[in-house]
């Protein structure tokens, strides 16, 4: 287990690697600089974190009760603390708990896999080749040279396409990091000004920090237009993309990302997010993106 994590059997917790645990995942894109401290056994600046994927016993905040792991990105200094890989699975974590009681709606595409995020109440489909993650598994982004890992934009219960789709020893310590090709998941914005604003900047939010780190000048985004999904949701899109990424590794692409941003019944918004690796062979096509985008509903959560 990595520092800070928690079996997925129940076993005793850890100790929080966090001085100070990082944003609530549901809260506005971050884009002031990093706070000043550290985890213990970290050295600022040390790695490539670039996608962090965690489960949280309290998934408000990210850091309260790890069970995950950094599964998605090439944080190699998290993992030099850490004893090994055996215990770094997060299938093991959907197997375990796929949705903690909570059955979820059913899909409405044939043949298609449902992805629910029942804190809010959030639904959409993905084809049978994507794997959700558990309702607890979060997935975000920091700066590469935060020590406290502060997010800068999240995503909850995701779907992943691909996981292993690139694997790399970047740093050539004998530790393979794994890519993945795609994700897709919701989150709660509280405090957002606007659904264009959150289309807009969380859109940027995760191709600068999934693949242009430190050039935000590389990320470019679309026009926000408005998008209805087939349940009748209203609200705001953008696509954001980038360009000239520069490959140092070979698992180094261009990406992009686009967020459809809404209000919900309730009155807050939220958002569903997909992020991809772009000009390779097995880029998701724009088509699909907009099929997975027309299926996110709100759904009212049972305990069943």
Same mark, same amino acid.
């Given at each position: 287990?990595?520092?800070?994590?928690?079996?997925?059997?129940?076993?005793?917790?850890?100790? !929080?690697? &966090?001085?100070?645990?990082?944003?609530?995942?549901?809260?506005?894109?971050?884009?002031?600089?990093?706070?000043?401290?550290?985890?213990?056994?970290?050295?600022?600046?040390?790695?490539? =974190? $670039?996608?962090?994927?965690?489960?949280?016993?309290?998934?408000?905040?990210?850091?309260?009760?790890?069970?995950? %792991?950094?599964?998605?990105?090439w944080d190699n200094d998290d993992r030099a603390a850490g004893p090994g890989p055996a215990?770094?699975?997060?299938? *093991?974590?959907?197997?375990?708990?796929?949705?903690?009681?909570?059955?979820?709606?059913?899909?409405?595409?044939?043949?298609?896999?449902?992805?629910? !995020?029942?804190?809010?109440?959030?639904?959409?489909?993905?084809?049978?080749?994507?794997?959700?993650?558990?309702?607890?598994? #979060?997935? &975000?982004?920091?700066?590469? /040279?935060?020590?406290?890992? $502060?997010?800068?934009?999240?995503?909850?219960?995701?779907? %992943?396409?691909?996981?292993?789709? +690139?694997?790399?020893?970047?740093?050539?310590?004998?530790?393979?990091?794994?890519?993945?090709?795609?994700?897709?998941?919701?989150?709660?914005? !509280?405090?957002?000004?606007?659904?264009?604003?959150? *289309?807009?900047?969380?859109?940027?939010?995760?191709? &600068?920090?999934?693949?242009?780190?430190? /050039?935000?000048?590389?990320?470019?985004?679309?026009?926000? =237009?408005?998008?209805? =999904?087939?349940?009748?949701?209203?609200?705001?899109?953008?696509?954001?993309?980038?360009?000239? #990424?520069? $490959? $140092?590794?070979? +698992?180094?692409?261009?990406?992009?990302?686009?967020?459809?941003?809404?209000?919900?019944?309730?009155?807050?918004?939220?958002?569903?997010?997909?992020?991809?690796?772009?000009?390779?062979? /097995?880029? #998701?096509?724009?088509?699909?993106?907009?099929?997975?985008?027309?299926?996110?509903?709100? &759904?009212?959560?049972?305990?069943?």
């Open positions: 287990m990595w520092p800070g994590e928690q079996s997925p059997a129940g076993g005793p917790e850890q100790p !929080n690697p &966090y001085k100070e645990p990082p944003a609530p995942w549901n809260a506005p894109t971050v884009t002031s600089g990093p706070p000043a401290g550290g985890p213990p056994g970290r050295e600022p600046g040390g790695g490539r =974190t $670039k996608l962090v994927a965690i489960g949280a016993a309290a998934a408000v905040v990210l850091a309260a009760a790890v069970t995950g %792991v950094a599964l998605l990105g215990a770094s699975s997060a299938s *093991a974590s959907v197997a375990d708990d796929p949705r903690s009681g909570d059955s979820g709606p059913a899909p409405t595409v044939a043949g298609w896999t449902v992805v629910a !995020n029942p804190d809010h109440g959030i639904a959409f489909d993905v084809p049978a080749s994507w794997a959700p993650q558990s309702r607890d598994w #979060v997935t &975000y982004v920091a700066e590469d /040279d935060d020590p406290d890992e $502060k997010p800068l934009v999240a995503m909850k219960a995701p779907a %992943v396409l691909q996981e292993e789709w +690139c694997a790399s020893d970047g740093d050539r310590g004998g530790s393979v990091d794994h890519t993945p090709l795609a994700s897709a998941g919701t989150r709660g914005n !509280n405090g957002a000004r606007s659904t264009e604003d959150v *289309a807009r900047t969380d859109s940027a939010a995760w191709v &600068y920090g999934a693949y242009t780190q430190p /050039d935000r000048d590389k990320v470019s985004t679309g026009p926000v =237009t408005s998008f209805t =999904t087939a349940s009748g949701i209203r609200g705001s899109i953008a696509t954001s993309r980038s360009s000239g #990424v520069a $490959k $140092k590794d070979k +698992c180094d692409v261009d990406g992009k990302a686009t967020t459809f941003a809404f209000e919900t019944a309730d009155g807050d918004f939220a958002s569903w997010s997909f992020f991809g690796a772009a000009g390779v062979d /097995d880029e #998701v096509p724009e088509t699909t993106v907009r099929e997975i985008l027309a299926t996110v509903r709100e &759904y009212t959560p049972s305990d069943s």
